[in-house]
């Protein structure tokens, strides 16, 4: 579905003449098709909207990387190139859960788990990555299943 839902963007843009958008998108087609290629290579299906979402958030994350190396070096156009890929990559992730919202998602999933320590937080993540999918910031996840479990 979201494939469909990027595909039928990149026609919008080709009729738009919205040069920024569509080359966007067809790297992200680019990216996904490489992602199933790779899964395919491994005798896994194609990914799943879920796969996308997470690849998604990569994507953003490697931009996100790009536009603090590029604010230091100075190069503003570069970086405002980078927002503006952000920004068309994001409208196709759902709503990100604030810091609240993830504190007490993962609040649950620790009781759903049974989870007792440290060494239980990669049952943690792997059930939050199950569940909140492109939700959630994983990165700062962590940070907060590792100080739920440590305190």
């Known amino acids: 579905m979201l494939r469909d839902d990027i595909n039928t963007?990149?026609?919008?843009?080709?009729?738009?003449?919205?040069?920024?958008?569509?080359?966007?998108?067809?790297?992200?087609?680019?990216?996904?098709?490489?992602?199933?290629?790779?899964?395919?290579?491994?005798?896994?299906?194609?990914?799943?909207d879920g796969d996308l979402l997470g690849l998604l958030q990569k994507m953003i994350k490697q931009r996100q990387e790009s536009v603090a190396l590029y604010d230091q070096g100075g190069r503003a156009e570069?970086?405002?190139?980078?927002?503006?890929?952000?920004?068309?990559?994001?409208?196709?992730?759902?709503?990100?859960?604030?810091?609240?919202?993830?504190?007490?998602?993962?609040?649950?999933?620790?009781?759903?788990?049974?989870a007792a320590g440290i060494k239980d937080m990669g049952k943690v993540i792997g059930a939050l990555k199950a569940k909140y999918a492109g939700q959630m910031d994983f990165g700062k996840a962590s940070g907060l299943v590792k100080a739920a479990l440590t305190g």
Not at 29 to 40: F, L, M, P, V
Not at 91 to 104: F, G, N, R, T, W
């Open 9 to 48: 963007a990149v026609k919008e843009a080709m009729k738009a003449k919205d040069e920024r958008k569509l080359s966007t998108l067809r790297m992200v087609n680019s990216t996904i098709k490489n992602a199933d290629i790779e899964a395919r290579g491994q005798g896994k299906p194609p990914l799943s």
């Open 78 to 114: 570069l970086a405002e190139q980078e927002r503006a890929e952000i920004a068309v990559i994001q409208a196709y992730l759902p709503q990100q859960m604030s810091e609240d919202e993830m504190k007490a998602a993962i609040a649950a999933t620790i009781t759903e788990t049974g």
